[in-house]
Every structure is written in C-alpha cells, then in structure tokens.
C-alpha cells in the first residue's frame, strides 16, 4: 500500500485554474483576463526600463553567491521600510522597525501569519476582507489563525459598504487581528478614502485590533508611492504598532523573482531585539534565507538616483495604461450598444476590475466568447490591449444586455 493511501487532490486554485482552462481552449480569439500581471499594450510582458538597468549594474559589479543572512539584504530591507513608512517616519528614526526580506508579498504574509500566530497572545482571529483575495482565506488558517470575515463590498452598489465595514469592526472582539488591502484591494479594485481610513483607524484603536496590512500595490495602484501608502502611514501616525506585507511582483515587474518585506514594529529597542532573534529563527527553520536576486535588483532601483526616477516614470508608464484600458473597455461598452452603467470600471483601482459580472455570465463569457476570467466577475485590466479590448467589450455586452 502506498505511503500516501487515503490522500485527496487539493482544491484547485480559483486563479491558475482559470490559465489552465485557457490554455487547453483552441480558439484563436481567446483572451485571457485571469492572472494580475501587467502587460503592455499588446498583450506582452514588460520588464521595466529600470530593471534593465539595475540588471546592467549587477553585472557590472560582479557580486558574489555566498549565503544572505536569515533576514536577506540589508539594504534592500532598509530602503523598503523606507519607501513603504517614508524616509523621515519616527518608527525608522528611533529603530523601532523590524523589517526583513521576504519570498514576495505571499512569503511575507506567511511570514506575519506565523509569527502572529505563535507571538501575539491576545488572539488567534484573524479578520478579512468579503471579498478578499483568495490565498489569504487559506494562508491564515495554515499559520495556525482562526479566520473571520468582515463586510467590504456592497453588490448593489459595487462599491464600498463603509457601514457595514465600520459595524463589522465595532463588533471585532478586543484585540483581534485584522488584516486590509493598503491599497487596489483586490478584487475589488475598491478602497476606503483617506477620510473613511481616518475612521477606520479610529474604530481600530478604540478595539485595540493588532493591524496586518497587506501592500501589493503601492505605487502601481496611482502611479505615486507616497499616496499609494497613505493608509498605512496614517495608522503609523496614530501610533498603530502595524505589522506590513510588502511586494515588488507588481510595481518593480519582478513577479518570478520572489522579492517583497515583512515589517513588524516593536515599542522599544529591546523589544525591537526580540523581535529580530525570534523572526530569524523562524525562517532560519523555514528556508533559511532568502535569494540574492530580487533584493539585489530592488535595492539598486531604490537607491540609485537616476535609476529611481526612472522608477517613477516606470510605474507612472504602468498605471496610466491600465486607466486608459478602463477608458477603452467602457467606451467599448458603449460603442457596443450597452445601456448599462460601468463607471465603477473607472472609479476602480489597480490591477482588477470587478466588472459586476454574475457567475452564469461569465460562464457564458468563458463558453461562448473564450474569455477567461475569475468566477467572482474580476478581470485583469492590465490585460486589456488595443488588440483585444474592443472584443471583450463586445462579449461582455453580449453576455449582459
Ligand atoms: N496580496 C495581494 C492582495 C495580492 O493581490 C498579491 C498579488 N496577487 C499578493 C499579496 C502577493 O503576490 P506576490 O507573492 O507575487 O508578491
């Protein structure tokens, strides 16, 4: 009998299950709008001009292989607490930050999840977002948490339920963790505004909540990293002890690279000490420490200075497009015949879209029109290109009139 008798198949995964589907399909006119990750205008991968150019200046230095310590590059670790807190913060004055290199935004999540897990005694739940993405329902629980969810989006507005957000976390035990989108949540591509944050962040305080915020997106959601962290930074101000995830997949295009920063903040150096030995362990025992690569990559875009601003201009590149896309599915919507109303299309942020599509539509999207996309209705804006916008705008109308 086998060692493994008795075991199932694990469920699939909502998202790569979606490239698995489109990939078997023959049609020549199949789009794919599942996965987040950008594309440029015809539907191509796009390193960014600023990653090429880090590229050249690693070579140029002839770096050497040797293990990183369990925290990963040091540097890279520094200039991102900086770049998510911003440079003058009182947290990183005074060293109060822990942050280390993590295996993207997933591992830094993983990271927090099992740290909080074993170290933070006043609760194991863990609240999230409805909706939320989807790892984050299951990561949790594997860390060892208790999942909760919290009220987020309203289907009959698509937008934003910030009553029942806020009634939802009045209801919050003392204590618990809740976890936010910083920014783009995703998949709604819905966020509170700066007022409603300040609300939020009041609400939290007054439950004592341990905030997890998860940043995926910062600077490609608005093209400007300083707005794009403007929740996080208010929490932080109203001296909130956060705990942040960090990803460059999106916003440097360094998605297989595995390059992202876990950030918890400790009340005093001591702490702060602590906090450092008993992170370290944790991954010295989990993969040791992390690769060279990605950090390397990100650490010279932060900081060289030509090389930042090219940065900006990158990501300025990436964000509008993905605006422009919204513009041209909707004014494909129109030209379509659609009486509908898609403004939430424009109002919404980031990498998704969550078009409002019902399950039996975009059934009918996937059967009849070889379109792809999640079954919750969510479609990767960046995606959409000249070549194939007016298409799926055509198909969506067609599924919806
Ligand atoms: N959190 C959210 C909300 C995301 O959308 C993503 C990317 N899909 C991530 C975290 C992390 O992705 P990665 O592990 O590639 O950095």
Known sequence: Q????????????????????FRADKDSKKVLLGVGAYRDDAGKPWVLPCVRKAEEMIQSKQYNHEYAVQSGVAEFAKLAAELAFGKDACILQHGLNLTVQSLSGTGALRLAGDFISKFYTHSKVIYVPTPTWAVHNVLFKISGLDLKHYTYYDPKTIGLDFCGMCESIRNMPERAIILFHARAHNPTGIDPSMEQWEEISNLCKERKLFVLFDMAYQGFASGDLDSDAGAVRKFVDDGQQVALCQSFSKNMGLYGERIGACTLIAQSKEEQAKLKSQMNFLIRHMYSNPPLYGARVAMHVMGDPELRCQWLEDIKTMSARIKTARQQLVDGLKKAGSQKDWAHILNQIGMFSFTGLTKEQVLKMTKEHHVYLTMNGRISVASLGSNNVEYVANAMHAVTK
């Not at 086998?2 to 589907?21: C, H, K, L, Q, R």
């Open 2 to 21: 086998s060692a493994w008798a008795g075991i199932e198949a694990a469920p699939p995964d909502p998202i790569f299950g979606v490239t698995s589907a």
